[in-house]
């Protein structure tokens, strides 16, 4: 194997692992700050506001972060206090935050599957309604087939552009080729973004 198709493969390995990564971190950034503004409310008394900051701090899903369980059991608490103070609109509001984060971070897969049946059936509860007419939402809620198109369109048009880069950017003797790697990396780019301002807002 050619040192030229080697850095080829290593450059077309290392990109999409670089995105993943910087679309990791604004997210976790993005939910870490959600939970520290809801905390701040929280302690004010504030607690709609609270309840806004947390939903979007339990939005901001990455696997295994602490924020995620800490905004949905900030909402929980929030929910059974304001029940408790006979609060019953902001309780519900509160429920609702929850199942909107489930629905919200539900992509291939829901993993907030609890969480959501939960506010299910306590807003089921809180509206009189039986507990049987509160059954999980279709997938369809949890993301639009508009966000569906947008996210497979700026992944496919950055996996082929990568590669498209890959292919042109070096000749047969690996020599760098700066004219032929402009289109490709442009499009690379542009697909990028369109991944990433669709992934952060679906």
């Known amino acids: 194997m ?12 290392a990109l999409p692992l670089v995105l993943f990564a910087l679309v990791t971190l604004r997210t976790l950034s993005r939910g870490e700050a959600g939970l520290a503004a809801s905390d701040r409310a929280f302690d004010a008394g504030q607690l709609e506001l609270a309840v806004r900051y947390a939903r979007r701090s339990a939005t901001a899903y990455v696997p295994g972060a602490a924020h995620v369980d800490a905004a ?3 909402l929980r608490a929030v929910a059974v206090g304001a029940e408790r103070a006979r609060d019953l609109a902001l309780a519900a509001s509160a429920w609702q935050a929850v199942r909107a984060a489930a629905l919200e971070s539900r992509h ?3 993993p ?13 509860r ?3 309604l039986p507990a049987a007419r509160s059954a999980p939402a279709s997938p369809a809620e949890g993301i639009t087939p508009g966000w569906a198109l947008l996210l497979g369109a700026g992944f496919l048009s950055a996996v082929a552009c990568l590669s498209w880069f890959c292919l042109r950017a070096w000749s047969t003797t690996g020599h760098w ?8 990396a442009l499009g690379w780019c542009a697909g990028v973004c369109v ?4 992934l952060l807002h679906a």
Do not use: K
Request: with cysteine; charged share 15%.
């Open 177 to 184: 080729l700066a004219a032929r790697a402009s289109w490709p």
């Open 72 to 74: 949905y059991a900030r």
């Open 112 to 124: 907030h599957a609890r969480e959501l049946e939960q506010a299910n059936a306590n807003l089921a």
């Open 2 to 13: 050619s040192a030229s198709l080697l850095r080829r493969l290593a450059l077309g390995a």
């Open 108 to 110: 291939v897969f829901c």
């Open 195 to 198: 991944l990433a301002w669709a």
């Open 126 to 128: 809180l509206a009189g």
